[in-house]
């Protein structure tokens, strides 16, 4: 698709939002969307961030992003190299990783958090910021777990699988943190427009969507009544 084309494509998709998400004491007007790259997959058996990428939306419209290669000092294994594309050459040029940290988490300050598999991403941030002497601000919405309540039908729920199967959207090679940032975004943008469809929700919000993430998979439809009675 042309480059045009496929950013059009991707703003009309992140509008659907907008009407679906409540501006309210606890709202989502705004999020940050987060993915990391790594060299392993935990941060307390030595793994470290290779990139991050945030995509903040607001309203429903990308109105900014961050990303960044980082240096840790660690060394990148071939398998990660081979599937991220990351080398050991790229990480060593780029900034050291405090830096980069840093500024991602000014980047991103208070808004609530998205991410798919956010209990992957949720490690590296709370451990990187950590180490930096900072906390969290926000919880994490997981885009995985949702999928999983949402679209129980899919052949699985990886990202890159949900985006052919829902037919959205590509901007780039999946395991790369912007790409992979973009492509959440259109999938969590989906995943509201279908539960306010599907349940004739006029908004959702963030309280909501935590409650839904942690409720069993065949349990979707109890949770969203008793979160009309309470309201």
């Given amino acids: 698709m042309h480059h045009g084309l496929r950013r059009r494509a991707i703003v009309r ?3 659907w939002i907008s009407l679906t998400l409540v501006a309210a004491e606890d709202h989502l007007d705004t999020y940050a969307v987060i993915d990391f790259e790594t060299t392993g997959m935990a941060p307390e058996h030595g793994a470290r961030p290779t990139e991050i990428a945030v995509v903040l939306v607001r309203n429903g419209c990308v109105i900014d992003r961050y990303q960044s290669l980082m240096n840790a000092g660690v060394h990148v294994p071939y398998e990660i190299q081979a599937l991220t594309g990351i080398t050991n050459a790229m990480v060593r040029a780029a900034p050291p990783l405090a830096q980069v940290m840093a500024q991602a988490a000014d980047f991103v ?24 002497g900072r906390r969290r601000e926000a919880d994490f919405v997981c885009s995985l777990l949702l999928s999983r309540r949402v679209f129980p039908d ?16 590509a901007s780039g090679r999946f395991h790369r943190a912007l790409a992979d940032a973009e492509a959440t975004a259109q999938l969590f943008a989906r995943i509201a427009h279908t539960l306010c469809e599907r349940y004739a929700l006029a908004a959702l919000d963030h309280a909501l969507l935590m409650k839904i993430q942690k409720t069993a998979r065949g349990a979707l439809d109890g949770c969203i009544a008793r979160h009309r009675a309470a309201a």
């Avoid at 958090?113 to 956010?118: I, M, P």
């Avoid at 899919?154 to 959207?169: A, C, E, I």
Wanted: glycine share 6%; aromatic share 6%.
């Fill in 13 to 15: 998709a992140l509008r």
């Fill in 109 to 132: 300050g208070s808004h609530a958090l998205v991410a798919h598999n956010a209990a992957f991403d949720r490690k590296f941030w709370d451990a990187e910021l950590d180490r930096l």
């Fill in 154 to 169: 899919s052949p699985n729920h990886k990202l890159g699988t949900l985006v052919r199967t829902l037919g959205l959207p």
